[in-house]
């Protein structure tokens, strides 16, 4: 497929998949400017528009589980907040206990023991990031090299 391809091709494919970095000037700037790309540019050419379906099929799909991810995540962060302020950590009359030299560490008394979800609701969206980073780069130079390129972790939305 690079044979047949010009550079316009190329560039322009590329340009789709460099698109995406545009969120982080306008808001859903990732789905917007690939979209109005691809739209005017699909019926052009076979290569630019699987280019562009690739890209927007991506970038909702990260959307989407970044969305997911989040509303796992909200009853964890909802669950921890009553025990910090009522009769956990912030409870300044357990202060005294440590007065003290008597320190039990107990699970049950540790006041952060359900913080590891919080902990792991926040690596899957730095993690969410550094693949749409990564992969879009790859995209955009693989594309411009005229070869064909498929991103992980997508749903086909877009046919």
Same mark, same amino acid.
């Given at each position: 497929m690079a044979e047949t391809l010009s550079k316009h091709e190329k560039n322009l494919s590329a340009a789709i998949h460099a698109s995406t970095?545009?969120?982080f000037f306008v808001p859903f700037g990732n789905i917007l400017l690939p979209l109005v790309f691809w739209l005017?540019?699909?019926n052009d050419s076979a290569y630019v528009d699987?280019?562009?379906k690739q890209a927007l099929n991506f970038q909702i799909s990260l959307f989407l589980y970044s969305i997911v991810f989040g509303v796992i995540s909200i009853p964890?962060?909802?669950?921890f907040f009553p025990d910090f302020f009522e009769?956990?950590?912030?409870? %300044?009359?357990? %202060?005294n206990r440590f007065n003290g030299v008597n320190v039990n560490l107990n699970w049950a008394d540790f006041p952060f023991r359900r913080i590891w979800p919080l902990g792991l609701a926040g690596i899957i969206p730095v993690a969410l990031f550094i693949v749409n980073v990564v992969y879009t780069i790859l995209a955009t130079?693989?594309?411009?090299?005229?070869q064909v390129f498929k991103y992980p972790i997508t749903i086909p939305f877009i046919k």
């Amino acid at each position: 497929m690079a044979e047949t391809l010009s550079k316009h091709e190329k560039n322009l494919s590329a340009a789709i998949h460099a698109s995406t970095f545009s969120r982080f000037f306008v808001p859903f700037g990732n789905i917007l400017l690939p979209l109005v790309f691809w739209l005017a540019n699909r019926n052009d050419s076979a290569y630019v528009d699987y280019n562009g379906k690739q890209a927007l099929n991506f970038q909702i799909s990260l959307f989407l589980y970044s969305i997911v991810f989040g509303v796992i995540s909200i009853p964890f962060f909802f669950g921890f907040f009553p025990d910090f302020f009522e009769h956990g950590f912030m409870n %300044w009359g357990d %202060w005294n206990r440590f007065n003290g030299v008597n320190v039990n560490l107990n699970w049950a008394d540790f006041p952060f023991r359900r913080i590891w979800p919080l902990g792991l609701a926040g690596i899957i969206p730095v993690a969410l990031f550094i693949v749409n980073v990564v992969y879009t780069i790859l995209a955009t130079l693989r594309t411009n090299e005229g070869q064909v390129f498929k991103y992980p972790i997508t749903i086909p939305f877009i046919k």
